[in-house]
């Protein structure tokens, strides 16, 4: 009895020193007198981010909302041209740019937090790889831009949907993530997927009317004053 | 009686028109019109010369490709191994600072009726120009580096945007172009000014930091990072 208990102890003791090994260990062989130049392999990284995949996908889900900071900001200019001038279009896209960006930065901030690295080179064999080769046309009339704007957002959506379902699963079980992308992302997607849909309903009603310049000065009016 | 005549036909002929109008607009309302028509405006205005306008346009690529730099510098500094919060604090904004340089010239071309065409070869993926560093201070010299490329590029787009040359004209007639004397006097005056101050900042960091790494090694590195988290001049 006492030799099983003995056997017990020793092989829960060694799962343990296991488990921490590489940190610990790492220390150890580092301050012991034989001395080593080994690097410390001591690091933030823990559940989710110890699967490449997922953090693979979270780093995709980054470079995503960089590139559309790109596209929406480029729409952005577009209508503040002379010729377009729609100051609400303009202001709209701005801030769609501006949100893309600023979550880019925090998503990196993320990533680093949990003891992963930023990549900038083109990820191969993401599922929600955006297709930045296709060449966008910019010089899109209103609603033509507020159905791609709409799309924009929804594949955004996508994305984070996809990184949701991998650390949902009992493997990879990361509620920080979860939480992350649920506080930060996914509601805040339901929302302007929801308000750009509007708009763009609202403008296929307005420019199929008697008067569809005026209309779509009103509308950008509106825009300016409530974006 | 005549009077009344001619008012009946005036009413008739009034509401002929307007049922032709109403047909006309039915039929609109089947078919929207997604793109407004656009109306002939005078252009002599839109005085900004090809080369200049290129030059301006490329600019907006190589701010990015700064600011893409500086997000990459951030993102190394970051990360829990490297552990530089202050280092990682600047360099993201500066990233959204060279982002606003590159929005200002877009700004810029709007003003002076430019990018009514062509606006998807603005921004052409921007890469970072390195990933990892071996220091700050190693960054903190390619900071430089970069900013006094950036610096070198608006220089040469001032020269060339007041350079006068000869041009054939719409009449098909020689004419001088003129010294873009407002866009050159912003490049120069707004645009260097930043570009002056930032390299002088990133070069007195650099200085402090080198001295203190010299006698305290990893230490000065260390404290440097707190002083920039906590947004001391350094």
Known sequence: MKLQLFVICVISVFCVSYATDTCYSSVKSVCSSTGSSLPLKCNSKYGAFDNEDIMKNVQQYTQDHILKSFHYLLMSSYFGNYEANREGFEKLFRELSDDAWEKSIDLIKFITKRGGHMQFNKITNTENAYDSEKIFEFEKHELG??????????????????????????????????????????????????????????????????????????????????? | MLKFIVLAAILLAGYCVQGADSVLSKRAS??????????????????????????????????????????????????????????????????????????????????RGKLTSDVGQLIRD????????????????????????????????????????????????????????????????????EQYEGQRDLAGKLSTLNKMMESHGALGEFLFDKKLLNGNSV
């Open chain 1, 145 to 227: 831009s507020m159905a791609k704007a709409l799309e924009l957002q929804k594949n955004l959506a996508r994305g984070a949907n996809n990184i949701h379902k991998k650390i949902l699963n009992t493997e990879n079980h990361d509620s920080e993530v979860a939480s992350y992308i649920e506080n930060n992302f996914v509601h805040k997607h339901s929302d302007s997927i929801r308000k750009l849909s509007g708009y763009t309903n609202d403008l296929h009603q307005l420019i199929s009317s008697d008067d569809a310049s005026l209309s779509l000065y009103l509308f950008d009016e509106y825009l300016k004053n409530t974006v």
């Open chain 2, 126 to 193: 921007p890469q970072p120009l390195g990933s990892t560093y071996s220091s700050g201070a190693d960054a903190l010299k390619n900071a430089l580096i970069l900013e006094a490329s950036v610096t070198r590029k608006i220089t040469e787009m001032a020269k060339v945007c007041e350079t006068e040359f000869e041009k054939v004209n719409a009449t098909g007639h020689f004419e001088r172009t003129m010294n873009d004397y407002h866009l050159v006097d912003w490049l120069t005056g707004d645009f260097l000014n």
């Open chain 2, 30 to 111: 089947r078919l929207p019109s997604c793109r407004s028509k656009l109306m002939d405006a005078p252009t002599d205005w839109i005085t900004m010369e090809d080369p200049c306008t290129e030059k301006m346009r490329e600019q907006i690529q190589t701010e990015f490709v700064a600011s893409m730099t500086y997000l990459a510098m951030g993102a190394y500094f970051a990360q829990d191994t490297v552990n530089r919060p202050g280092f990682a604090k600047m360099f993201f904004e500066s990233a959204s600072e060279e982002r606003q340089h590159a929005i200002k010239i877009i700004g810029y071309l709007l003003m």
